[in-house]
């Protein structure tokens, strides 16, 4: 067993309590996401003179805000997701996993079709059967099939994230902060490792899956950092400390140095991790919490599916519309806020209809699960 001097302080850890400045982050990192593809979405509706050249369509041009937002969501994972697993409780593994395919797969089941519609079907595009059922599988990018949309890819670093969480566990390894450092520095290193190789067209393996090392690495940092955040004093490791700040430079400083000698795309992406960063650290630490921010954090994975779907339906009757007419004529600015609004009351909806009852379902299943063996047998014979 590990020295309590090197594991992570699960008990001193207030997870009982939503935390409403997580739910902020939420909120900000989901419209982060809405702002790239509103930006390019609605300045294709309108003509030329209608379209919009202000700082809010020319910054997602110039660096992906979409990808600062998801930085931010990848960190609050971290924060949040592994302090979820109650371990001092029967079969949590098993309890963790049901409540979090609960949480995740209602509203995306809802969504795949949905976004097969608009984002094919209606444009006259094929996205054929057997896409659209290995979709609901989430294993598309496992099987070399289209996503039905493009968001769909920080799902199955999630889903990787949770699975470690659980090995981790069983080889009582989860809460012990040496360990999960150095696994998050060993990921953070092969990314660093092999991001060179892309300077000369000699890339060892693909984009995505470069990707998929740092951003485990960093939802791992966001482990470490609630451990250190939300801990009493007596927790606290030197060696937990020195790793969690040694990465955050690493993060923030050297990688971007390393990416001076890469592709213009490397180190456009690398950048939205030091803003990303900058947002995590700054909203954990002053505390924003508003009943707006409340309900934009407890909507936000609704909103990250499916702003994309309401925008291409949006755009789509639009541009069926005579070219000079009234609805063709308007100012971007019109077009963005019906846009978000639509998005906002479709989440909403989806929120409470599907997304609600699916982790009010999860968290009974994942009791049953738990419940000690002698009440389930009990439960039996009744």
């Known amino acids: 067993m590990p020295e309590p001097s090197e594991t992570l302080p699960v008990a001193s850890i207030r997870n009982a309590e939503r935390m409403r400045y997580i739910d902020t982050l939420r909120a900000v990192a989901a ?4 702002w790239l593809h509103a930006a390019g979405t609605f300045n294709r509706v309108g ?12 910054w997602p041009s110039r660096i ?10 990848f960190l609050i994972s971290g924060f949040v997701i592994p302090f ?8 949590p593994a098993l309890s963790f996993l049901v409540k979090r395919f609960f949480r995740i797969f209602p509203a995306y089941w809802l969504s795949v079709p949905l976004a097969a519609a608009t984002g094919f079907w209606i444009w006259g595009t094929r996205f054929d059967t057997r896409e659209l059922l290995v979709n609901l599988t989430l294993l ?4 070399g099939v289209r ?36 696994l998050a520095t060993l990921l953070a290193l092969v990314f660093a490792a092999i991001l060179p190789t892309y300077a ?39 060696f937990g400390g020195i790793v969690l700040w040694g990465l955050l430079v690493f993060y923030v400083a050297i990688l971007p140095l390393i990416a001076l000698a890469s592709t213009a795309y490397m180190r456009n992406t690398l950048v939205t991790y030091i803003i990303g960063f900058a947002i995590f650290l700054f909203g954990t630490r002053v505390r924003i919490e508003t009943r707006l921010t409340d309900w934009l954090g407890r909507i936000s994975y609704s909103i ?24 063709r004529t308007r100012p971007f600015g019109v077009y963005t806020t019906v846009g978000v609004l639509v998005v906002l009351a479709v989440a909403s909806i989806v929120h409470v209809a599907v997304e609600r009852p699916g982790i009010h379902l999860g968290h009974r299943l994942a009791a049953r699960v738990s419940a000690p063996r002698r009440l389930q047998r009990v439960d039996a014979r009744a």
């Open 147 to 182: 996503a039905a949309e493009g968001v769909y890819w920080t799902l199955p670093v999630e889903l990787v994230f949770y699975l470690l969480c659980v090995l981790l566990l069983w080889s009582r390894s989860l809460f012990v902060t040496r360990r999960i450092g150095l």
């Open 140 to 143: 598309q990018y496992a099987f």
């Open 84 to 91: 979820s697993i109650r371990a001092d409780r029967p079969a």
């Open 200 to 238: 000369h067209g000699r890339a060892l393996v693909s984009e995505t899956a470069l990707f998929w090392s740092l951003n485990l690495s960093v939802m791992f940092w966001g482990m470490l950092y609630r451990s250190r955040f939300d801990a009493a004093p007596i927790d606290r490791d030197r």
């Open 64 to 73: 992906d805000v979409g990808h600062i937002g998801v930085v931010v969501f």
């Open 304 to 327: 990250y599916l499916f702003h994309v779907i309401v925008f291409l339906a949006i755009e789509w009757w639009l541009l069926h519309q005579p070219a000079g007419s009234w609805w």
């Open 31 to 34: 419209l982060l996401v809405v």
């Open 47 to 58: 003509s030329e003179a209608t379209q919009d050249h202000s700082w809010f369509t020319t």
